[in-house]
Structures are given as structure tokens and as C-alpha cells.
């Protein structure tokens, strides 16, 4: 199939944008969507698994003691379950610098959300990003995390404590 780009934007500096034979990758996958963050895989779509909790522990797909997997594209939506914001820690975060990259938005629509963090690995060792102690918070009640792997090369992945504050900031 043919497909059409365009593209508007008002910036300073340099914009790459390579792509390849890879589909648009968002949660609704049945709609044209537009967005200022734009994601592509090798194949399919992804609609988040949606876990109402307020103490949780979110780990990558490896788990607490292996690395995530490689072509990997996953989404987790966290809501409070008391009706208030809901907040993630960062206890560990290692992953792969450049080509793996773990987005998170304050909301469950990731095309509108406000994106609160991108984070992937630090250039000086192409791996360990030090975001231990990173707080986020999603104001309107949830957080959506957004992982996409490339198809080598896996590190430990991460550990976030999620939790419902009696007051966010």
C-alpha cells in the first residue's frame, strides 16, 4: 500500500525522520490519528492492558531478575483506584541507549496525554540512563507506559513502584 506523509512543524535545529516498512503504531487502530509523537513498529498495533491499582510494582516483561525481550511494543495504563492522581518511582531503568525506549503520558490516550518522560539509555556507557528516584505523576488519575524494543540487544529492563498519594503535586 501506498502511504502519504505530511508534515508541518516550526522548530529550531535539525529533524530526522526515517521511515521504513513499518505501521503506525497507536492504541486505537481502526482510526487516522494524529499526534506530536509519532511511533513506528514492524507490525500491528497496540492497545494498553489497563490495571486499576494503587500499589503495584511494574517491572518489564522480564521481570525482576532477566532482560525485557527484543521486538518488543507493549502499552500499561495504571488508574487510581481511590480516585485521585496516581505516582510512579523509579527504583532502576537500564535500557538500550538510541533504540529502545520506554514513553510515559499522564492519561490513557497516548495520541492526547501529556508525554511526562522519554527514557531510554545514557550515550556515555550506551545503556544505564540514571533515572533512579524520577517521580512522575499523573494528574488525571492514570499513567500510561509506552515500551518499544528494537530487534537486538536487551539490558535489564526497569522497576517502578506505582502508588495513589493522598496529595500530588
Known sequence: NDAKITWTANFTGQVNLLIT???????????NTSATTLVWRRS????PVVINTCN?????????????????AYAVTYTSTNGSCIRALVNMLDVEFGYDVLLVYDGTDIATAPLLATMTGDPTN????????????????????????????????????IDCPAECL
Not at 21 to 31: D, E, H, P, V, W
Not at 44 to 47: D, E, F, I, L, R
Request: proline share 1%.
Open 126 to 161: 550506551n545503556s544505564t540512563f540514571n533515572a533512579v528516584g524520577s517521580v512522575m505523576y499523573g494528574q488525571s488519575g492514570s499513567l500510561t507506559f509506552l515500551f518499544i524494543s528494537d530487534y537486538i540487544g536487551t539490558v535489564p529492563g526497569w522497576d517502578i513502584s
Open 21 to 31: 516498512a513499518y505501521q503506525f503504531l497507536f492504541g486505537n487502530c481502526n482510526t
Open 56 to 72: 503495584a510494582t511494574f517491572y518489564d516483561s522480564g521481570g525482576a531478575g532477566a532482560d525485557y525481550g527484543n521486538d518488543e
Open 44 to 47: 500491528g498495533c497496540v492497545s
